[in-house]
């Protein structure tokens, strides 16, 4: 089956057998390879990105599922000459270890605060609670998501 969709703001054609996940797609066809396979049934979240603006487990999703839409990876959230605010805030308070979670944690997290610029701490711990971390104790992850929604605040406010 032929399935395109804006990935990153470019328009993407493939060719793909019918039970090609969306996590496929981008890792093996298009060479997107921030979104991460763990545990390929939807509870770890390492492949999470964004579908039409919502968090999506790209694990789950079938590639025909995305046929049409517009998919945000951590690729296409900022570019080399500037982060994001979360990518800067997780980065000024050294938020994640490995990296191997960081993609889909910062994509839930930029979906959280795209639909609740203001979450209280248990907002942000069930905004990213579809996001599993080995390497740390989540305080950090935390303090970095509200510390960009206060710095994102500021921003509109002025």
Not at 52 to 73: K, P, Y
Not at 101 to 112: F, S, T, V
Not at 144 to 154: F, G, I, P
């Amino acid at each position: 089956m032929d399935v395109t969709m804006t990935v990153n703001g470019r328009e993407l054609t493939a060719s793909v057998p019918p039970e090609t996940t969306l996590l496929k797609l981008l890792r093996e066809d298009w060479d997107l390879t921030g979104a991460k396979l763990g545990c390929d049934v939807g509870d770890c979240g390492a492949c999470t990105v964004l579908v039409d603006g919502t968090a999506v487990n790209a694990c789950l999703m079938l590639a025909g599922q995305a046929d049409g839409r517009q998919i945000t990876t951590i690729e296409g959230l900022a570019d080399l000459d500037a982060f994001h605010p979360l990518q800067k805030t997780f980065e000024d308070l050294a938020a994640l270890q490995c990296g191997f979670c960081g993609p889909g944690i910062i994509l839930a997290a930029k979906y959280l605060l795209d639909n609740n610029p203001n979450p209280t701490t248990a907002e942000i711990r069930d905004g990213l609670a579809g996001n599993l971390c080995r390497c740390t104790g989540y305080t950090k992850i935390i303090e970095a998501v509200a510390d960009t929604a206060k710095e994102l605040a500021a921003q509109s406010a002025a």
